[in-house]
């Protein structure tokens, strides 16, 4: 099983999202298609399939939490696969 695999699994299970690291969330983001744009600390993600943007910010070495579940969401909503 791939690492962005096993990450998506960790994040579509929804008990660690304080544990989600940001880059590794932002290279499974590029993995899944995402383009990004990065302007100071923000980094906006977007994908021509996927209405909604992705804002991600560090928290540390962490993804934010209520950011891991927007993430968890979208890649539920539009069913999207490592």
């Known amino acids: 099983m791939s690492q962005h695999a096993k990450l998506l699994l960790r ?3 929804g008990t660690s999202d304080v544990n989600i690291g940001f880059d ?3 290279g499974l983001l590029i993995h899944l298609g995402f383009e990004v744009r990065a302007r100071g600390s923000h980094h ?3 994908k021509s399939a996927v209405a ?3 804002n991600l910010q560090r928290d540390g070495n962490h993804a ?3 950011q891991v579940k ?3 969401n979208i890649i539920v909503k539009y ?3 490592a």
């Open 11 to 13: 994040i579509l299970r």
């Open 24 to 26: 590794e969330l932002c």
């Open 44 to 46: 906006v993600f977007t």
């Open 52 to 54: 909604e943007l992705i």
């Open 64 to 66: 934010k939490p209520y």
């Open 70 to 72: 927007q993430v968890r």
């Open 79 to 81: 069913k999207l696969e």
